[in-house]
């Protein structure tokens, strides 16, 4: 089993910047990719960004190409997402998620665990 805990989300304006950061536990894989998902209110959750074991190979949506960065330590177990730039519509839960399998994927179902998420509101 495999525990994952995120952190670093709050208020911001827009234009502001703030790092998330996912801590994983348990049987944590050397083999795996990672993600970051996201769900506004009335919204579904939407793919944001992923990244390979070695971090060597990432990627993004397009709606936050150029503004987030995602990168991990696997020496601390941990993933990030520094986000850039922030947009009112920005706002939203973000979950980071553990896929057993290294290949980075939009797919929330190929994903399998996921944490609880952390609030993330950008105010105009």
């Known amino acids: 089993q495999v525990q994952l805990v995120e952190s670093g989300g709050g208020l911001v304006q827009a234009g502001g910047s703030l790092r998330l950061s996912c801590a994983a536990s348990?049987?944590?894989?050397?083999?795996?990719?990672m993600g970051w998902f996201r769900q506004a209110p009335g919204k579904e959750r939407e793919f944001v960004a992923a990244i390979n074991w070695s971090g060597g190979y990432t990627y993004y949506a397009d709606s936050v190409k150029g503004r987030f960065t995602i990168s991990r330590d696997n020496d601390k177990n941990m993933v990030y997402l520094q986000m850039n730039s922030l947009k009112p519509e920005d706002t939203a839960v973000y979950s980071c998620?553990?896929?057993?399998?290294?290949?980075?994927?939009?797919?929330?179902?190929?994903?399998?665990?996921w944490g609880q998420g952390t609030q993330v509101t950008v105010s105009s």
């Open positions: 998620a553990l896929r057993e399998r290294n290949l980075v994927s939009a797919r929330q179902s190929l994903y399998d665990y």
């Open positions: 348990g049987r944590t894989s050397s083999n795996s990719a």
